[in-house]
DNA sequence: TATGAATGAGTCTTCATTCAT
DNA sequence: CATGAATGAAGACTCATTCAT
């Protein structure tokens, strides 16, 4: 049997990083004990301190693999030579879809982030910083090219689109009336309408 | 003295809410512990569990003072003889300015309302769907004027105005650039540009 | 409004006391609450230590009742000039309608002395040890007298008695097929037909 | 070393039941901590709790030995070629005396029983029934022989011997001047004798 | 007499983590 | 690689009792 893998098909500490995210959203992190996510993957406690040091380092692994997983997805489109417009359109729906798609892993993150160690927090922090500047920068980007509106602060902007975005847990239905993609056209929309210039009155 | 009062001036009740409130939207509520709580306040276990009868309570009572609050205000701003689209801007202003001054409140209820049980969740969640319905009988009333572009489904404007609202502690500082009015004003003009109807093209 | 009682007709220390019995032989002594007792009662907590220095007085009191009250009714049968064997069924007759009578004290007594302080216990033990030699005499007279047979001591027997009379509360129903003073001729059969002398072989 | 054991040449499950059962008898089920138990057993808590879920389940698990012990012994007894009254002779003394080498058992039985959840004392009070029941089918057996008087209810025969067995604990003494098999006859004397037909007179 | 706010010591239980096997 | 027994520290909560009013 090849090493670290389990008769289920998946890696072990991919295994343990699935069954932690479900519970950790259905549940909270510190609701979930370290026997239950075991008990729910199969094995034992043993095995998990095995390829984690501590229940900590579940929660940070399921943050960098959001966040690694939005940055790439973000730079490809970035790179995409199209109007400014357009990118930030395709950006905004992209993180709509992506964060549905993941919506156990963009809860967790929302809700339990502030029970890691201060130092961890930090880290993460700084990552999603530097994400949400890429994302700035293609705001201001319009800006300069006056097709979005420079009265309102790009910083500002990006928040208040994110919050939308963080909030998604809270209610989106995966049977509900729209689906993710169409969530994400509205978003966007909502997004670009609200940076376009003010008429001229 | 007063029954209940202590010297500094405020009932217990209350001052074990405000301090339970500062702490929980510090640390998190579980990683605040009962004893924080009451060495904070200056009193002893006993004298907590007089008046609440479990940490779960102070956790609601937060949330219910919080919902009572922004319920009174949005009912104070829509009986306003204005324009929808000027009443839809105060509402958006104000619930950002009353966030903002109980930004402990706003956070703890966003990061912990899942720690509830389910039973009490439900009771919340209710109290701020009527909330949230409030809020879309008004984009719903300038959709029918015409002052607001149809094609959007008002309760996904709703969900997506107030993830940004609840978003505002993750980095509102107050002693950052900007006042918590220029704040509420930004994300009410946000709101209403896009709601703006498209342009003839 | 006569002090000392309430408008509830009895004296409050005997109410608190009927009503903690009750919920002592309920629920037992030490999963009763002072709290459950003096709202039971309709009064609070200070009226109660007014009366009482301690929850412990309360299972005291209710134990000397009892005592008191078969001591008085075992001297009176005692002192009924009949023959042995017929004063002996007279009082263990009258024992076990005594303490169906008062089913609640006599549950609390087997259930919960043994929760009193050492030197408490030692008082009640020394009580009951009177009653019961009061008890035995009975026995010895009978079987010097060669009424009951003298191989068995009679020690044992009353406390092999008294085992099934404290017994009383585990299976009697005041809704079942006996009626109190039927349990107490079958009891005191059942004692006075073991004591009968063998027959000879 | 084997796993689960400990110096002292007991399984740790086993040296805390023993251990908890000394505790309970002596000083009551309430006031004994859990502190206590695993202080005397020489352990922590965590390694108590890791065997039993609860400091319900350590009483539950008394009872429970207790009565399989019990009715095993029955059950033998029972199927013992003998004339009725032999049997139940020796199925009584045979409970005195085991009931005096459990004296520990027994006592925390009939102490704290009542302070179990009510659901487990249904199951403790149905097994008990059923061993009642058996004991109960050997008076009857007798009855219909016409070996045993028929006159007095089986059941309050059996209700009327197990008050006194259970009572044993709060008189026997192991350095008394009964032994255990001695007190074992003497009961099962009594019960016999108790049942025999009434003289002709 | 009676109140009820407050105390403080104590309770059971949970759980992440370690380590000998 | 993996087990699971055991640790140890911490947690929420209870409750008899006191005392100023």
Redesign the interface.
Known sequence: MPVGRTGDGEALPQRLLTVATRLFAE??F??TSVQEIVAAAGVTKGAMYHYFAAKDDLLQEIYERLLRMQRERLEAIMADPQPVARRLHLAAADVVVTAIANLDDATVF??SM??LPVDRQRAVRAARREYHERFRSLVEEGQRAGTF?PD??AD??V??????????G??FRSDG??TPAQ?GT??A???L????P??AR
């Open positions: 549940k909270g510190e609701k929302l809700q502030h029970l509106r309102v602060p500002l902007v928040d208040y689109f994110f919050g939308a975005v963080h909030h998604l809270a209610w009336r729209l969530v509205h978003f929309d909502l997004l309408s609200s940076l376009r003010e008429p």
